[in-house]
C-alpha cells in the first residue's frame, strides 16, 4: 500500500490487531481513490491457487503529463512495461505497465477533444 499511497494521494488503511483473524499489523482494509475511481485492497490471509494477469488492469486519466509521467515511473518501477508512455492514436498519451506485484496498470492521458459528455436534457 505504501507505493499506491506514494502515487495516489489520499488512502486509507486500517491494519489488522492483536487477536483479528489476520496477521497483525497486514492490510485489513484500504480504501484509494485513483482519480475518481474509488477501489478497495486487503491482505488475504487465505492463500490462493491464483496471482495477477494483465487480463485485468485498473485504467486511470491524469490532468497533466507531470502527474502521469510521475504514476508512470513509480508504479513501472521494479515491475514491467507493456507499452511505454506514447501517442498511441486512441489518447495523446498513454502507458501500460504492470507494477512490482503484478497489478496492471493503464495510464491516460485523455484528449480534451475526444471527452464524451451527456447530453442535455
Known amino acids: 500500500m ?12 486500517e491494519r489488522y490487531g492483536p487477536g483479528e483473524p489476520g496477521p497483525e499489523g497486514t492490510v485489513k482494509e484500504a480504501h484509494v481513490d485513483l482519480n475518481g475511481h474509488r477501489l478497495m485492497f486487503s491482505d488475504s490471509y487465505v492463500k490462493h491457487a491464483f496471482t495477477f ?24 518501477e521494479d515491475g514491467q512495461v507493456f507499452m511505454p508512455l506514447d501517442n498511441y492514436g486512441f ?8 507494477d512490482r506485484f503484478g497489478v496492471s496498470w493503464q495510464l491516460n492521458l485523455p484528449d480534451a477533444a475526444s471527452t464524451v459528455t451527456a447530453p442535455a436534457r
Open 53 to 76: 494477469t494483465p487480463s485485468v488492469s485498473l485504467f486511470v486519466d491524469f490532468a497533466s503529463d507531470e502527474e502521469l509521467d510521475r504514476a508512470f515511473a513509480k508504479l513501472s
Open 91 to 98: 489518447s495523446r498519451r498513454f502507458g501500460w505497465c504492470a
Open 2 to 13: 505504501s507505493l499506491y499511497a506514494s502515487v495516489f494521494p489520499g488512502v486509507r488503511i
